[in-house]
């Protein structure tokens, strides 16, 4: 487990192979998971990406205006405090809604556009 801690704005956090404590208190910043299992937590940063990765990742966030990444075979990826400036992103060749499990509490999900991706 690699312990990682940002408190910078404005910067990239790229998680490494194994798997990953990330903590994030700086606004503006892209987070990579990377491989296998993150535990993600965004604390007081805000205009945050978070890409999770491949693995299934916990991603804790407390931050405004957060975009998280979802990509087909990224695993299965927990969200806590998904909130209402927040953003989900799902893509993915030949994604199937049928295969995605969205278990929400007490969090709203509006569907903005549905693609070609989406084929049923
Ligand atoms: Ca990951």
Redesign the pocket.
Known sequence: MSWIYNYEDNTVVT?TSEDDSISNDGDSVTID??????YIQNYYGDSVTID????N?YIYNYGNNVLIEYASGDGNDSIVGFNETSTLSITGNGINLSDAVIKAHRINITAISLKEAISS
């Open positions: 998680g998971g990377g491989a296998v299992n993150d999770g990765g491949a693995g990742d």
